[in-house]
């Protein structure tokens, strides 16, 4: 009871964010936002800064996801290392910055594989400028397009904050860049202000499956980012893409699109030596066949998912064997291996990873012995050339023996 107990209770909680403002007055500011987090039925608490919380309850997250959206918050009434644990555990972040922000970001993003401009600078493009409201934001179309996080046409993002870098990482990606022309308000010259090194919007997606977005403006999130019109003095008259961006953005880090599954995994020997009754492990040169299926979560539903890059490998330390699968219906696929010809304790790895897709992966070791003496044929047709040796050895040995034992001496008779 009560493990179905805790079952339910997270099934409850599956889809809970906490979003943290500046102020409650920002409830309003951030409406259009906030409505696209509880989309779907989702819950969505809202404080402010100011307020106690709590991420975890009897060692249990109490939230799916978190928002920040606030670059003051001051990390004393949840401390850094309670988020980075809150990650740890599966959790989902949003993280927004601005032009100043309090020191606890900047070891929040360290452990997350990123960088923030130094405090106070912020990023500026005197050829993608635009007057919203009271304030100069910035405009780019330098957006990283994965059908994936991406799944229609964006572009024209506006921005107005601080700038951030991501090191060479294989789990962070830069969703937004800033373009060739733009720098950094109080650094121009340092390289980290440079080009293309430039990221406004960056994504992690943790080996656990975490998701977390990092942003260096809360104010495009803002409904007056939602619903302005980009008046260039180039250009003619467009509307943000904002909502889009944003609308992509949330379903991705809040888990309800790109996430996959493997389920009914299974192998059998269909080809080599017969298993006796004591011993059900395989042998060398066994034939197995490996049935797995794969879905993929849509509109709240898993349906089928298809690939054609999906692999199974046998490896000791590294990989021995690397196969394809073959895709037999939608979304089942099939894989006939012949295991190697070398003993050992192999394992059979599963392995998934492409961007934005949740990863996938099953390991079972399968240890592989040698023949037993009743499993192996009598007469080896590889061996006859030693058998042909063995057999005229032991017909000299014969001959040779024969002729010896039956040889006569003459003795010579000597005369007085």
């Known amino acids: 009871m009560r493990i179905i107990f805790i079952v339910l209770i997270s099934i409850c909680l599956a889809n809970k964010t906490l979003v943290i403002l500046e102020r409650n007055e920002d409830e309003q500011k951030f409406s259009q936002f906030i409505e696209l987090l509880k989309k779907n039925g989702d819950k969505v608490d809202i404080i402010n800064k100011m307020t106690l919380f709590q991420l975890f309850e009897n060692g249990e997250k109490k939230y799916s996801s978190v928002v920040l959206l606030t670059p003051h918050y001051t990390f004393k009434k949840v401390s850094v290392k309670e ?37 106070g600078s ?12 009271e304030f100069e934001m910035i405009f780019s179309n330098n957006i990283h397009h994965n059908q994936n996080i991406f799944n229609q046409r964006i572009q024209n993002i506006l921005f107005s904050g601080i700038g951030l870098y991501l090191p060479p990482s294989p789990l962070t990606t830069s969703l937004l860049k800033a373009q060739n022309s733009a720098s950094t308000s109080l650094f121009p010259n340092v390289s980290f202000a440079q080009e293309t090194n430039i990221t406004l919007v960056a994504s992690l997606q943790a080996r656990n499956n975490a998701r977390i977005i990092v942003s260096g403006s809360s104010l495009m999130f803002s409904n007056m980012a939602f619903d302005s019109v980009i008046e260039h003095p180039t250009l003619n008259p ?50 197995i066949k490996v049935n797995v299926e794969l879905e993929q979560l849509d ?57 934005f897709l949740s990863y996938l992966e099953y390991k079972e070791t399968i240890p592989l012995r040698t023949f037993r003496l009743t499993q192996v044929d009598r007469f080896l047709t590889g ?8 057999a005229s050895m032991a017909i000299g040995f014969i001959v040779f023996s024969f002729i010896y034992l039956n040889q006569i001496e003459k003795k010579e008779i000597k005369q007085d």
């Not at 912020?122 to 409201?133: L, M, Y």
């Not at 943000?240 to 953005?249: A, G, I, P, Q, R």
């Not at 599954?261 to 059900?280: F, L, S």
Request: include cysteine; charge should be neutral; charged fraction near 25%.
């Open 83 to 119: 988020f980075i644990q809150f990650i740890d555990d599966g959790g989902n972040m949003v993280i927004t910055l601005g032009k100043k922000y309090e020191d606890g970001y900047k070891q929040l993003l360290y452990s997350l594989d990123m960088e923030v401009d130094s405090n």
């Open 122 to 133: 912020k990023v500026i493009d005197e050829k993608h400028t635009v007057k919203i409201g």
């Open 238 to 287: 467009i509307k943000s893409d904002n909502k889009k961006f944003t609308e992509n953005v949330i379903d991705w880090v809040l888990q309800r699109r790109c996430v996959i599954r493997m389920k009914n995994i299974h192998w059998e020997k269909i080809n080599g030596v017969k298993e006796v009754n004591y011993d059900h492990q395989l042998v060398i040169n066994d034939t």
């Open 299 to 355: 509109q709240g539903n898993y349906v089928p998912f298809n690939v054609d890059d999906l692999q199974i490998e046998l490896k000791l330390l590294d990989p021995v064997i690397v196969k394809n699968f073959k895709r037999i219906n939608n979304g089942k696929y099939e894989v006939i291996v012949q295991t190697p010809d070398k003993f050992g304790v192999y394992t059979m790895v599963i392995n998934y990873r492409r961007p």
């Open 383 to 390: 061996a006859y050339p030693f058998y042909a040796a063995c």
